[in-house]
T-cell receptor, first 115, second 114 residues
Framework: AQSVTQLGSHVSVSEGALVLLRCNYSSSVPPYLFWYVQYPNQGLQLLLKYTSAATLVKGINGFEAEFKKSETSFHLTKPSAHMSDAAEYFC?????????????FGQGTILTVHP | EPEVTQTPSHQVTQMGQEVILRCVPISNHLYFYWYRQILGQKVEFLVSFYNNEISEKSEIFDDQFSVERPDGSNFTLKIRSTKLEDSAMYFCAGGRGTNTGELFFGEGSRLTVL
């Protein structure tokens, strides 16, 4: 079985500051990991994904995440926050096998960006 | 760019009523899913659907729930007799069935049961 823990349900940063959203996972097999973003009144949009290629993954809107197997982490970062980054961010894990598309999500982190 | 579309965006219903949520997946997707998110909680897997049958379902997906894709286009989730605890955002998703698990989500249908 797999699980995802996102540390911090709310993160607040100033515009231009570093964004760091934490995600730790548990999986009995090598995982595939995702970050999704949900803007207000919108659906889940894929930000980036780790699929066992490069451990540093670049996504849309300047976000990136690093897969660290030793720490079972997949933290999301962005060097400089923008007001438009305010949203809820979800980390998710997929353990592969025949359960195609059965993702396990973290509880989400709401990012607030202050001017 | 193709996208997954869901209707209605918001539905309010009385407890005990039947609800049908509809989804039009991306045309080249083969696998279809429903997830739900109760307010303030995690996004949870409900069911996956492939080749016109359920391939996997969670313990949430009891006899009150059903899915079908009758015309090869719309993918529907039916809740036969809604309960208060069914109030949630329901997300449809599709995928090509690659082993990476990548999914494309719709914007969600918010269901409010009174």
């Amino acid at each position: 079985a797999q699980s995802v823990t996102q540390l911090g349900s709310h993160v607040s940063v100033s515009e231009g500051a570093l964004v760091l959203l934490r995600c730790n996972y548990s999986s009995s097999v090598p995982p595939y990991l995702f970050w999704y973003v949900q803007y207000p009144n919108q659906g889940l949009q894929l930000l980036l994904k780790y699929t066992s290629a490069a451990t540093l993954v670049k996504g849309i809107n300047g976000f990136e995440a690093e897969f660290k197997k030793s720490e079972t982490s997949f933290h999301l970062t962005k060097p400089s926050a923008h007001m438009s980054d305010a949203a809820e961010y979800f980390c998710a894990v997929y353990a592969g096998g025949t359960s195609y598309g059965k993702l396990t999500f973290g509880q989400g982190t709401i990012l607030t960006v202050h001017p | 760019e193709p996208e997954v579309t869901q209707t209605p965006s918001h539905q309010v219903t009385q407890m005990g009523q039947e609800v049908i949520l509809r989804c039009v997946p991306i045309s080249n997707h083969l696998y279809f899913y429903w997830y739900r998110q109760i307010l303030g909680q995690k996004v949870e897997f409900l069911v996956s659907f492939y080749n016109n049958e359920i391939s996997e379902k969670s313990e949430i997906f009891d006899d009150q729930f059903s899915v079908e894709r009758p015309d090869g286009s719309n993918f529907t989730l039916k809740i036969r007799s809604t309960k208060l605890e069914d109030s949630a955002m329901y997300f449809c998703a599709g995928g090509r069935g690659t082993n990476t698990g990548e999914l494309f989500f719709g914007e969600g249908s918010r269901l409010t049961v009174l």
